[in-house]
């Protein structure tokens, strides 16, 4: 029962922390979303979709999110070369989307 219980409060904490992206004029901006909201933005991104949370991570230069993850920084990928190389249309994956980071 006691991990139970931890596992609830992380979740918690993961799903009320926001995540942070840093502009290149220094300013901050605040996303909060829900439990799968970072993988919803991947899922979004990948399929082309321009929605205002994703032009701002296209636009940002680095980002924080909860637990220390980096899922955000694969979505300003996909963005990036997207709008690079005019393939937002694109279904099929990248040949190396590591490179890309």
Not at 14 to 21: A, D, F, Q, R, V
Not at 55 to 77: C, F, K, N, W, Y
Request: with cysteine; glycine share 6%.
């Amino acid at each position: 029962m006691k991990i139970q219980r931890r596992l609830e409060l992380l979740e918690k904490r993961l799903m009320s922390e926001p995540i942070m992206l840093l502009m290149p004029d220094g300013r901050t901006e605040t996303l909060r979303g829900r439990r799968y909201y970072t993988l919803d933005l991947f899922k979004r991104a990948w399929e082309g979709d321009r929605m205002p949370e994703l032009e701002l991570i296209a636009q940002s230069i680095s980002s924080t999110e909860p637990g220390g993850g980096h899922m955000l920084d694969m979505v300003r990928a996909i963005l990036n070369r997207a709008a690079d190389d005019g393939s937002a249309d694109d279904t099929q994956c990248p040949h190396n989307v590591a490179e890309d980071l």
